[in-house]
C-alpha cells in the first residue's frame, strides 16, 4: 500500500529556513511525480511544488519560486524553504500522481497523499 510520510516542520522565526521531507513507501515506480502542497487556516490548499522523479523536472509556483528548493534525497523529495515569511505558516502536505498522468505545474491529478507536517513562522 501507498503511504506518504512528511517530516522536517516546527516553529521558525521569520527570516531563517527550514527543510521539509517527503518519504514515500510502497512505491515500485521510477518514475513519477511527487508534489507538495500547503493550508493555511481559514484559506484554500494551493500547489507549491512538484519533482518529476526520474525525469528531472522541478516546477513551482510562481509566488514561492526562488524561496522555495525541491529536490529529490534517494527515494525521498525534499522542500527547502528559505526567508521564511509568517504567510509561509500552513500545514505542507506532499502528495502523488499515478505515473501515466507526468508532471509539471499546477494542483491537478494528485491522488495519494501524506498525513501533513506543520510548518509555524513567527515574526
Known amino acids: 500500500q501507498v503511504r506518504l510520510v512528511e517530516s522536517g516542520g516546527g516553529s521558525v522565526q521569520a527570516g531563517g529556513s527550514l527543510t521539509l521531507s517527503c518519504t514515500p513507501y510502497?512505491?515500485?515506480?521510477?518514475?513519477?511525480?511527487m508534489g507538495w502542497f500547503r493550508q493555511a487556516p481559514g484559506k484554500e490548499r494551493e500547489w507549491v511544488a512538484a519533482?518529476?522523479?526520474?525525469?528531472?523536472g522541478t516546477y513551482y509556483d510562481d509566488s514561492v519560486e526562488g524561496r522555495f528548493t525541491i529536490s529529490q534525497d534517494n527515494v525521498k523529495s525534499t522542500l527547502f524553504i528559505k526567508s521564511l515569511k509568517s504567510e509561509d505558516s500552513a500545514m505542507y502536505y506532499c502528495?502523488?500522481?499515478?505515473?501515466?498522468?507526468?508532471?509539471?505545474?499546477?494542483?491537478?491529478?494528485?491522488?495519494?497523499w501524506g498525513q501533513g507536517t506543520q510548518v509555524t513562522v513567527s515574526s
Open positions: 502528495a502523488t500522481k499515478a505515473p501515466w498522468q507526468g508532471c509539471g505545474i499546477g494542483e491537478s491529478g494528485y491522488t495519494s
Open positions: 510502497g512505491y515500485t515506480y521510477s518514475r513519477y511525480c
Open positions: 519533482i518529476y522523479f526520474g525525469a528531472d
